[in-house]
């Protein structure tokens, strides 16, 4: 039996608006090791399965459209990780400018820019 969110099943996939969909698609195979399971090159997006029941989509922008300023108020995704740790030191290694690593009470996670200057976070979970 599917389990529900209200009225909804669950998070179907996160969207990321990007300017070159060929380097965008490029920078997230290289960098963080995704692999694309549906390609629209007549739409201009990608998608990538992230393991789980959510994927995430790049669309490209079209002629005339803006992405939002980076680090704005926008929902951005947040990565699982079980070692943040290494996460950011395999990120860094990449030529990803992480940044620092924060702890909280049961967490600890970092954040970072795609080359579109879109927010990525990745989050491990910590047992208190």
Known sequence: MQR????F???DTVLLRVRKLDEARA????????SATYDDPNEGLVIFDLGGTTTL???????GDRPPPPAS??????????????????????GVEAG?????????????LDPDGNRLEVCELVPE
């Open 73 to 94: 108020a926008t929902g951005f995704p947040i990565f699982g990780a079980a070692d943040a740790k290494a996460a950011h030191a395999t990120l860094r290694a990449r």
């Open 27 to 34: 920078w997230y195979e290289r960098t963080l090791g995704f």
């Open 100 to 112: 620092a690593i924060q702890e909280g009470p049961g967490v600890r996670y970092f954040g970072f």
């Open 9 to 11: 099943t669950g998070l």
């Open 4 to 7: 529900s969110a209200g009225l």
């Open 57 to 63: 989509t790049l669309w490209q922008l079209k002629p």
